[in-house]
């Protein structure tokens, strides 16, 4: 950090921005997402750990944002060009192995760029000699980098040209009450797509209000049906879920103040306590995320880091809510995000 600070200094004082505006474009704007992932099944597990530590770092320094769930994919697939036992005692596997690594479209199958490598490694076991041959990847070589630019001019092409149907998608997911999904998917969209970005930004806004109306209705429901048969107990414990902006809040204190007037002395007593816990709760919560929001905006030049990091409050607050107040497995789902099933088999790309 220190060392980038000093060297864009310099850049200022001898007035060649382009040095600086670099850093700034690798670090920020242009940034797409790949998901680091072993789909070869000849690699040995042990060296998978490591080979997905490998491209996650190649990723990273080729200006591109490491993720777990996205469809566009960077992978590897090896071949074992010579196998030997050392002359040693005791003798050790010796291993040349070709690694082909590979950026693609990996839902669909379709490759973008790839780059082939070949190193060594020696042994005890052939997992061994496998692991300490990928210890020689060298994550800076200009060839991973030049691979990561023509998947990323192939991403960027992608999201511009199927725009309206990731925004239709998205919307499609939000009416099946898939949120976390549609936010997934609209959040995917790099910041370098200018125009689909923007519209995915707001499409988002409309997912995290209609996530926290759904929200709002189930804990409503709940609680009306706690209180239908007197059990203010249970009321109380649904009603701390009603989002501060959900559609039913409203009605969720007019629900309140109904219980309050309800009970008896001893009964209100202990509803007041319950529902002080509750107003003390939200009142910490509150309290935590603009202390975290304070210090990410201490932190971070550019607002849209710090909606980021509210948003991703937001959601798990809303996961949470979601899981505690659904009336079936089905709507409790809905709160988990589902894991991208990938195409591609082994080393072949279509």
């Known amino acids: 950090m220190k060392k980038s600070l000093i060297i864009c200094i310099l850049c200022s004082m001898l007035c060649a921005p382009a040095f600086c505006q670099e ?11 790949l998901t680091a992932i072993v789909l070869d099944d000849n690699i040995p597990a042990g060296a998978h750990k490591q080979l997905v530590n490998k491209m996650t770092q190649i990723a990273a320094k080729s200006g591109c944002a490491a993720t777990s769930n996205s469809r566009f994919i960077i992978t590897c697939s090896a071949d074992i060009l010579t196998k030997d036992i050392t002359p040693t005692a005791p003798p050790q596997h010796a291993y040349t192995v070709a690694l082909n690594f590979y950026v693609g479209d990996g839902v669909e199958g379709r490759l973008f760029s790839s780059y082939t490598i070949e190193c060594k490694g020696v042994g005890q076991t052939p997992d061994k000699a496998y692991i300490n041959a990928l210890k020689n990847v060298r994550v800076n070589d200009p060839g991973f980098k030049a691979m990561c630019d023509k998947g990323k001019k192939e991403i960027i092409a992608y999201y511009n040209t199927h725009c309206d149907m990731i925004i239709s998608d998205a919307r499609a997911m939000v009416k099946r009450h898939e949120f976390t999904n549609a936010i997934d998917l609209l959040n995917s969209i790099p910041e370098v797509c200018e125009s689909c970005y923007l519209k995915a930004n707001d499409e988002s806004v409309i997912a995290y209000q209609a996530w926290q109306d759904d929200v709002c209705n189930m804990a409503l429901t709940k609680a009306q049906s706690a209180w239908a048969t007197r059990d203010a107990q249970a009321a109380a414990a649904a009603l701390e879920f009603v989002p501060a902006e959900g559609a039913c809040v409203e009605q969720a204190n007019a629900l309140k103040n109904e219980i309050a007037t309800r009970l008896d002395a001893k009964e209100r ?69 589902v894991k991208v099933t990938y195409q591609v088999k082994g080393k072949w790309f279509k």
């Open 23 to 33: 850093e700034d474009h690798m670090s920020d704007k242009d940034r797409v997402a």
């Open 269 to 337: 007593e202990e509803w007041e306590f319950k529902m002080k816990q509750y107003e003390d709760a939200k009142a910490e919560r509150k309290a935590e995320r603009e202390a975290r929001l304070a210090a990410q905006a201490h932190q971070a030049e550019m607002q849209a880091q710090v909606q980021q990091t509210e948003r991703e409050m937001l959601r798990e607050t809303l996961r949470a809510a979601t899981n505690a107040v659904a009336t079936n497995e089905v709507v409790a789902a809905a709160a988990q995000p």
